[in-house]
């Protein structure tokens, strides 16, 4: 780009003005849908595993944008081949192909050890991969005897994402009860029940969804064996095994699939999340030929999915956690932090794989009695976290969850078990006074 083509352009930080977090803050409620409530800060910058605000605060980022930023903000290697992509071919729609998104798909089959004939469909997000995959699923109608198809079975629990078709599959009341009706024959079973999953298996099922650990649900994982009694069943009967890894996939719990070692091949998995290291990608892998010929020319698409950029992205990610050794690192700091939480007093009990992990929390000491009753204690450390420095979040009211960038360092992570039980107790202290003042 010559200065020529930028004379009379204004840098980014004029069109965009300077402000202070509070006034941002007070424009978003102006001017953007309220879906997501009040945003907790105003980030303005990212270095590795680091984020700062609006009014200058850092924060050690452990929760990377929720399981999104693998290489941690601004990393780069991901950063020069993402802006050298889109000044060579940013966007070119599905009428055709580029050598980015083709190499990709051709990783993806790779690390995914999916056998001949496999196959990668591109989209944007991880509710777009579910889409697929709950068409994918559709397309599986007819079984052995003639009869049709027309069950999709999914978990309590389950958080599969917010489209239509995604929210089928999604188990929560909250999230799903205001958008009825939605496409029909899902039902969800008891979460980790085997007996449950095989009574409602059989010859009318189109597929099993299933997510090897259960993030949204805080961070849960399939009990020993379910994986493998799931793949027996949907064998037995007909039905796909449908496995979403869009949180728990691309190293976030140090191998590149959750579900990697469990000795199952499903039908398909799905993947967004950590796959473009902060670049919106998602993906349905289909194993083996017959599953990848279920979704013929026409029947699906995109504009967006696969595009240059966002393929270039995710192959620049996938390169750089395999030549850093960051698989290694995930499990090794991983470990690290589930043995010293784990020792905590307010620690109950941490649940999760390499760096996804859910962490319940007693009370100050170990006390819950000194933990109101009814109070989120979850939510009230998160924000003694912020004010402390640290970003993590609550998937439930006793439980915070950490899925920071897969760079972490063993000293990073030491500085929040270190700081944990200060948080537990200032979080405690300020619910015992809220409570006493709305007395
Ligand atoms: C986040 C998530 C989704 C939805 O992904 P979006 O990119 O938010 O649409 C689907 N499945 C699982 C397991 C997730 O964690």
């Given at each position: 780009?010559?200065?020529?083509?930028?004379?009379?352009?204004?840098?980014?930080?004029?069109?965009?003005?300077?402000?202070?977090?509070a006034?941002?803050?007070?424009?978003?409620s102006?001017?953007?849908?309220?879906v997501?409530?009040?945003?907790?800060?105003?980030?303005?910058?990212?270095?590795?595993?680091?984020?700062?605000?609006?009014?200058?605060?850092?924060?050690?980022?452990?929760?990377?944008?929720?399981?999104?930023?693998?290489?941690?903000?601004?990393?780069?290697?991901?950063?020069s081949?993402?802006?050298?992509?889109?000044?060579?071919?940013?966007?070119?729609?599905?009428?055709?192909?580029?050598?980015?998104?083709?190499?990709?798909?051709?990783?993806?089959?790779?690390?995914?050890?999916?056998?001949?004939?496999?196959?990668?469909?591109?989209?944007?997000s991880?509710?777009?991969?579910?889409?697929?995959?709950?068409?994918l699923?559709?397309?599986?109608?007819?079984?052995?005897?003639?009869?049709?198809?027309?069950?999709?079975?999914?978990?309590?629990?389950?958080?599969?994402?917010?489209?239509?078709?995604?929210?089928?599959?999604?188990?929560k009341?909250?999230?799903?009860?205001?958008?009825?009706?939605?496409?029909?024959?899902?039902?969800?079973?008891p979460f980790?029940?085997?007996?449950?999953?095989?009574?409602?298996?059989?010859?009318?099922?189109?597929?099993?969804?299933?997510?090897?650990?259960q993030?949204?649900a805080?961070?849960?994982?399939?009990?020993?064996?379910?994986l493998?009694?799931?793949?027996?069943?949907?064998?037995?009967?007909?039905?796909?095994?449908?496995?979403?890894e869009?949180?728990?996939?691309?190293?976030?719990?140090?191998?590149?699939?959750?579900?990697?070692g469990?000795?199952?091949?499903?039908?398909?998995?799905?993947?967004?999340?950590?796959?473009?290291?902060?670049?919106?990608?998602?993906?349905?892998?289909?194993?083996?030929?017959?599953?990848?010929?279920?979704?013929?020319?026409?029947?699906?698409?995109?504009?967006?999915?696969?595009?240059?950029?966002?393929?270039?992205?995710a192959?620049?990610?996938?390169h750089?956690?395999?030549?850093?050794?960051?698989?290694?690192?995930?499990?090794?700091?991983g470990?690290?932090?589930?043995t010293?939480?784990?020792?905590?007093?307010e620690?109950?009990?941490?649940?999760g794989?390499?760096?996804?992990?859910?962490?319940?929390?007693?009370g100050?000491?170990?006390?819950?009695?000194q933990?109101?009753?009814?109070?989120?204690?979850?939510?009230?450390?998160?924000?003694?976290?912020?004010?402390?420095?640290?970003?993590?979040?609550?998937p439930?009211?006793r439980?915070?969850?950490?899925?920071?960038?897969?760079?972490?360092?063993?000293?990073?992570a030491?500085?929040?078990?270190?700081?944990?039980?200060?948080?537990?107790?200032?979080?405690?202290?300020?619910?015992?006074?809220?409570?006493?003042?709305?007395?």
């Amino acid at each position: 780009m010559t200065s020529e083509n930028l004379q009379g352009h204004r840098p980014l930080s004029e069109l965009v003005g300077a402000s202070s977090g509070a006034s941002w803050l007070a424009r978003y409620s102006d001017s953007l849908m309220g879906v997501f409530g009040t945003p907790q800060r105003v980030l303005v910058r990212g270095q590795g595993c680091y984020v700062w605000d609006a009014d200058g605060k850092q924060y050690l980022d452990l929760l990377g944008g929720i399981a999104v930023n693998a290489l941690g903000h601004a990393h780069p290697f991901v950063t020069s081949v993402i802006s050298s992509q889109l000044s060579t071919l940013g966007h070119v729609s599905n009428f055709f192909t580029s050598p980015t998104q083709v190499a990709l798909a051709e990783k993806l089959l790779q690390l995914t050890g999916a056998p001949a004939g496999s196959k990668v469909f591109f989209a944007n997000s991880g509710t777009e991969a579910n889409e697929a995959a709950f068409k994918l699923a559709r397309r599986n109608a007819t079984n052995a005897a003639g009869g049709k198809r027309t069950k999709v079975v999914a978990l309590e629990g389950a958080f599969h994402g917010r489209t239509m078709g995604a929210l089928a599959l999604t188990a929560k009341k909250a999230y799903r009860e205001p958008f009825e009706p939605l496409p029909g024959g899902v039902v969800h079973v008891p979460f980790g029940d085997i007996d449950a999953l095989a009574a409602a298996v059989d010859e009318t099922t189109q597929a099993v969804f299933l997510e090897p650990i259960q993030g949204e649900a805080g961070v849960v994982p399939l009990p020993p064996g379910y994986l493998a009694a799931a793949r027996k069943l949907t064998h037995d009967a007909g039905a796909l095994l449908i496995v979403d890894e869009v949180q728990t996939g691309m190293g976030r719990t140090g191998t590149w699939l959750a579900i990697e070692g469990s000795g199952i091949v499903p039908d398909a998995v799905t993947l967004a999340k950590g796959l473009g290291g902060g670049f919106p990608i998602g993906a349905l892998v289909t194993f083996g030929a017959e599953n990848s010929a279920r979704l013929s020319a026409g029947q699906h698409g995109t504009t967006f999915g696969g595009n240059p950029v966002a393929t270039a992205a995710a192959l620049a990610t996938v390169h750089a956690i395999e030549t850093q050794g960051v698989l290694a690192k995930v499990r090794a700091v991983g470990e690290r932090l589930r043995t010293a939480l784990a020792a905590l007093p307010e620690v109950a009990e941490v649940r999760g794989r390499g760096l996804l992990l859910g962490i319940d929390l007693t009370g100050p000491g170990g006390d819950a009695a000194q933990v109101p009753a009814g109070a989120n204690l979850a939510a009230a450390v998160v924000n003694q976290a912020l004010e402390a420095g640290f970003i993590i979040n609550a998937p439930g009211p006793r439980t915070i969850r950490l899925a920071p960038p897969l760079i972490l360092t063993a000293a990073q992570a030491d500085t929040f078990v270190a700081a944990l039980p200060a948080l537990v107790a200032a979080a405690a202290d300020h619910l015992a006074q809220t409570a006493k003042e709305t007395k």
